[in-house]
């Protein structure tokens, strides 16, 4: 697989990359990633593996563009108002790079279709908030053998984690928690969100790029009113419903 000269040029900073370099490059050209959710993870983590080269993207989110999406999500404008979150967000991420194919599934991700829409991608991020759509991503990336990269924030915490079959997401969290709050209900810090989002597209690039080690099989977090974060590993139980 071949670079243009334009390539070249915007992928500068990735070839002189010891553990990226050209091979590197390729296979993030050559890869499909899902993104379920547009929204405040999905957003940044979808500008930056577009901006590093990823060759494909799908989105999945059902919403429109509020108002109040704008204090963290990134993608979108005042003007996008009203508008179909994924293909707002397709059009600028092809604003970013042309070089990314971006195809916007406005439709809400459940155990129904999770299958078919992950088929056929190499990894998956999962920035939704709502434990039955993380659940049906999850069962579905086991069952497809796809690798799931999860994020999550709330307030000022926020947590990133790489599932590859065994440990499954359903080991760590297995059964909805009934004190379960979402952003919309408990608040959270912008800012956040783009710091959340940001790692899941690095632990993305790692993974495809085969650099470093990605946090598979553990948790990583992050509490932005102390600046400390805590990395703990995540064990496979043998009872999970998933995986077991």
Not at 73 to 101: H, I, M, P, W, Y
Not at 110 to 119: F, V, Y
Not at 179 to 194: K, P, Q, R, S, W
Request: aromatic fraction near 4%; proline fraction near 5%.
């Amino acid at each position: 697989m071949s670079f243009s000269d334009e390539e070249v040029d915007r992928y500068a900073r990735h070839l002189v990359l010891r553990e990226i370099g050209g091979p590197g490059q390729q296979r993030l050209k050559a890869a499909r990633v899902l993104i379920v959710g547009a929204g405040g993870l999905g957003a940044p983590a979808a500008l930056y593996l577009a901006a590093a080269g990823v060759g494909a993207l799908t989105l999945v989110d059902p919403d429109t563009v509020a108002l109040s999406n704008l204090q963290r999500q990134v993608l979108f404008t005042t003007s996008d108002e009203g508008r179909v979150k994924v293909e707002a967000a397709a059009e600028r991420l092809a604003a970013l790079n042309a070089n990314t194919l971006v195809t916007p599934v406005a439709a809400a991700l459940a155990e129904s279709n999770a299958r078919s829409l992950i088929a056929g991608h190499d990894i998956v991020l999962d920035g939704t908030d709502d434990f039955a759509t993380r659940f049906a991503v999850n069962a579905a990336c086991v069952a497809e053998g796809v690798t799931l990269v999860s994020g999550a924030i709330g307030r000022w915490t926020g947590q990133v984690g790489v599932f590859a079959g065994k440990p499954c997401y359903r080991c760590l969290v297995p059964d909805i928690p009934p004190d379960a709050e979402t952003c919309a209900a408990v608040g959270v810090v912008g800012a956040l969100a783009g710091v959340v989002g940001s790692m899941m597209a690095l632990e993305a690039i790692k993974l495809l790029t085969n650099a470093g080690e990605p946090l598979t099989g553990r948790l990583l977090i992050y509490d932005a009113l102390t600046a400390e974060s805590r990395t703990v590993r995540v064990v496979a139980d043998p009872e999970c419903p998933v995986c077991g």
